[in-house]
């Protein structure tokens, strides 16, 4: 079981900087970034084989979206269970898929084509929150590295018009953004590359 407070301070440096970052943005004007946008910095840890996840989304806005998740009204300050509910909204919005290996559809006697699509295993970390923006930390288990996989971005985007979700992956040294939105709700994770982050990386090096 991981150490929540310790997780929490580890990443505190980057969520002082991505909350001035999300407050520039909001400066700028409608036709240079989207009314709606979600930002989370992912980096892959090649011991655990867990993406680790912080994502920042507006706390009004998560609030509507467990609320149209689970058919009752959301109050972050006063929700019973919260972490249990953000886990089950997390699960099935973001998350990454990949097909079978040969092998594995050998062992199984079937036709691959046939197979599911393996998904990302989600594990809680925790939240923060105040009045105006909501952070949420989880790692997703997967097997091996991303690329090649396809990662799945759903936050938000059957809720609000003209929704952008931007995703900052670090795997390794190696870096990439994928953007999300209602026409493109998944991306393929292909290598990555030295593209400038928006975000730094959760363990500076």
């Known amino acids: 079981m991981m150490n929540f407070q310790a997780t929490i301070a580890r990443w505190r440096p980057v969520i002082a900087i991505a909350v001035a970052l999300v407050s520039a943005f909001a400066s700028h004007s409608a036709l240079a970034h989207p009314a709606h946008s979600t930002y989370a910095e992912a980096e892959w840890n090649r011991e655990s084989q867990r993406i680790e996840v912080a994502y920042q989304l507006r706390s009004y806005d998560l609030e509507q979206a467990l609320g149209a998740f689970y058919g ?36 199984q006697g079937a036709v691959p084509a046939q197979q599911p699509m393996n998904r990302s295993v989600i594990h809680w970390i925790g939240s923060e929150f105040n009045a105006k923006v909501a952070w949420v930390y989880f790692e997703l288990e997967i097997d091996g590295t991303p690329d090649g996989k396809k990662m799945v971005n759903l936050v938000l985007l059957d809720l609000l018009e003209q929704q952008t ?41």
């Open 72 to 107: 009752r009204p959301f109050d972050l300050e006063k929700t019973d269970e919260l972490d249990k509910a953000l886990t089950g909204y997390f699960s099935k919005h973001f998350f990454l898929e990949w097909e079978s290996s040969d092998k594995d559809s050998k062992e």
């Open 165 to 205: 979700n931007v995703v900052e992956l670090g795997i390794g040294h190696r870096h990439l953004t994928l953007q999300f939105d209602e026409e493109n709700p998944e991306r393929l994770v292909q290598e990555a590359t030295g593209k400038r982050r928006l975000l730094p990386r959760l363990r500076p090096r």
